[in-house]
Structures are given as C-alpha cells and as structure tokens.
C-alpha cells in the first residue's frame, strides 16, 4: 500500500527540483527597476503559484498578453500579476542588465490587440505570442524556449531583472 505513495513523493520531488533548475536566477538586491526605466517592446514574465511562468511585451506601462481565454488585450501591471504570483514581473536584459527591447516587438503587440485565437496550453500559450511577436514562426510552448528566442533575436545573453510596482 505504501508504493503508491513512494512512487507519488519521487514524481512530485521530480517537477520541483525540476522547476527550481529551470527557473531563471533571482537578481540581487538593488538591482530591480522601475517602470519608468521599462522601454516598449521589452518582455515580461511573472511565475504562475510558483509552477510556471506567464510572459507578455511591456508597450506604454501595461503589458500586452494572451490570456488564457485566448484574447490578446492589454493589462496594467498589477493585473497582469493578479492571481498568479501576486508579486513580481521581472523584464529580459542583457549582461549588462539593460532592458532588451525593440520598437518593432511593441508595434507587433499593439497591432494584435484584441485578436482571438483559441487558447491551449501546449500550441497557442502566451509564450507562442511573444515568440511571433519577435518574428519567429514555430511553435514556442515552454520559457526556456522563449528565452532561447530573445537570446537569438538580440544576440545577447538573457538576464531577467525585477521590476518594483509603486
């Protein structure tokens, strides 16, 4: 009777030591951002309950996303963190720890609001649209892919910076 549960405990030891491998590593203390210093066109991501990760492109001081119904629409930021981790977006940057942020990535975003596609966790996620919004036509499903993506497209290393919300 006890097996089922040993087999339960390694499976879930497994997804969290997988998380805590594939999640970007923390910035350190005063190194956060404001809004004001986020440029358009730069991408955003907040954790999802400490699981996963949530992305969009940060045009105008809201966040431009696919929400899981499938609508594309823009979000203040503390929407955009509303019932999901509650607490942080951090922003792609270089070594350096500039935001990496493009005029035409913003102008993509903008041009897709309020377009409907239906949503599904494995093609169509919000990681897929800021993948076509930087002009890359496959199918990007996880983070990591995403963050191999603005690796190629700024041919930069990718650095995730937090932004503090007033």
């Known amino acids: 009777m006890p097996l089922p549960l040993i087999w339960a405990g390694v499976g879930l030891g497994a997804c969290v030591a997988g998380y805590h491998l594939s999640r ?15 440029p ?34 823009a979000v203040a930021p503390r929407r ?29 975003a903008v041009q897709r609001i309020f377009e409907y596609d239906d949503y599904h966790l494995l093609a169509r996620n919000c990681h897929h649209f800021v993948s076509q919004c930087l002009g ?6 996880l983070f990591g892919e995403l963050t191999t ?3 190629d497209y700024f041919d930069s290393e990718v650095r995730w910076r937090e932004i503090v919300l007033d």
């Open 24 to 38: 970007p590593a923390k910035t350190k203390a005063g190194l956060a951002l404001k809004p004001r210093d986020i």
């Open 40 to 73: 358009d066109g730069a991408v955003v991501y907040c954790g999802i309950y400490g699981m996963f990760e949530h992305s969009g492109i940060w045009v105008e001081g809201s966040v431009i996303e696919r929400h899981g119904c499938g609508l594309i629409k």
């Open 80 to 108: 955009f963190i509303d019932k999901r981790s509650g607490s942080t977006i951090r922003v792609a940057c270089d070594s350096q720890g500039n935001p990496l942020a493009c005029e035409q990535i913003a102008a993509q």
């Open 136 to 141: 890359h036509p496959d199918k990007v499903i």
């Open 149 to 151: 993506v603005l690796h």
